[in-house]
């Protein structure tokens, strides 16, 4: 489906949106059918930005950990 826009693979799916080129909706638009629940344990302290110990931040370091807790 997404052969016709050019996204042939993963790579070329993560590209499109992260740099949010000409076929982005169509891109974001393939993760719809995939549902993730709310992190086990939440999010802690997410008021408070990541220098005063909070979780406000980019945290691309724990990307994974963060998804293993949402399946």
Do not use: Q, S
Not at 13 to 38: D, R, S, T
Not at 48 to 67: A, F, K, P, Q, S
């Amino acid at each position: 489906a997404l052969g016709k826009f050019h996204i042939i693979c993963v790579k070329d799916l993560i590209h499109e949106i992260m740099i949010v080129g000409p076929h982005f909706k169509e891109a974001n638009n393939f993760f719809w059918p995939f549902k993730l629940k709310a992190p086990l344990g939440g999010l802690k302290k997410k008021r408070n930005h990541y220098v005063e110990g909070g979780d406000v931040c980019n945290r691309e370091n724990y990307i994974n950990e963060l998804i293993r807790r949402m399946n």
